[in-house]
């Protein structure tokens, strides 16, 4: 497989560049799954009572490649853009994140042995929440571009601070020696260029090292309708079989894979060298169970179907709502909110305000694309409205009982995937 085949980088540019062909393999004729129209950069928040400004917005269509099976985003937009300085993203250090990581560890030193002289290296190790379930165990470095490597070096975790490139794989094989596990959660559907990422990773594994990838899986988002996921942040949706292809173009063979709850379903992807480590049943499973679900493309025309049928009945029923003169209000403010709310048009007329939690940096802004006030949660608690929207709605069943605990008396609207009212 080429490594050559996405020339156009849309870093450094200060603006995008559009996918006319497939990222991972090349192929030029990309089917279009949906298009929720033009979504602005979802760190961009201005705050209160600024009158609006004239602001970039980018297309987000979805595509899918018949060729390599890869389903992803039909723009590449600068990263500068899309993580600006004041904006630095730090791991949201949820339980399931945590008990994530946990297992990671402890499944991949059990099915891989691991020693203490072994080096564990983590791509985009952020605040080092991951590499934290590796040390004092194992050798660990990080990779981060971010000031958010500084909390992870607090903690004594070794981090070098950069954008990932081969370059950068080459010198740390230089400087540790080579890595026996290499990490990327979370962001190996987030980097343009996906083959210099591999590329990358290669030079740093060990003959006997192995890449565990973490991502946002096709199936549970398409299961259950998580087209709010779609911002261009995500440039990549895999399934076992595309990211398959994708690692054997490379020369890498899966050796084990599991569906993760991360982000309302991720994947964990374990590859290595091929021939050198056993393949687990794990892999053939999950394949068959993929293949079993019939030709991707069906499965894509039932999601765009599901997807438009969604906002119409969120519409429905807020129309009613409104109608009944009650308010609404919505809980939290993460990244794919700013998609739903745009995608379906929630406004300032229909949502009062979002809560975040108290020392949120987003208090004090309006939702991307909109004038949705971000406020402190505990405004939901004095002003009781009779609805509380969830944006976060993959952790609704985390963050009910939590919200009726601290006192909030009104009812819940769960958007996705089908909109549904809790009481
Ligand atoms: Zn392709």
Known sequence: MSTGTNTKLAAGTGGSVVVDSCQVCGHAELDSVLFLGYLPPVNQMRPIGQRPHEQPAYPAELLYCPQCELVQIGLVVDPEILFPPDYPYTSGTTRILHENFANLAEESAALLGLGADDLVVDIGSNDGTLLSKFQGRHRVLGIEPTDAGRLAVDKGIETITAYFSPQVGARVRASHGPARVVTAANC??????????????????GDDGVFINESHYLIPLLDTVQYDTVYHEHLRYYSLTSVRNLLEGHGLEVIHACPIPSHGGSIRVYAARRGTRPVQPSVAAILAAEAARGPMREQLRTFRDRTILSKLRLHGLLADIKARGERVIAVSAPSRASTLANYVGLDDGLIDYVVEIKGSRKIGRNL????????????????????????????????????????????????LPDPVVVD
Request: a negative charge; zero cysteines; proline letters at 8%.
């Open 188 to 205: 190996f559907a987030h980097i343009e260029n996906v083959h210099a990422i591999v590329e990358g990773v290669i030079a740093m594994l």
């Open 368 to 415: 991307p694309g909109t004038l949705v006030p971000v406020v402190e949660e505990s405004r939901m608690f004095d002003d009781q409205p009779d609805y509380a929207l969830l944006f976060s709605w993959h952790i609704a069943g985390e963050l009910m009982p939590k919200l009726r605990a601290k006192g909030f008396k009104g009812r819940f609207i769960v958007p």
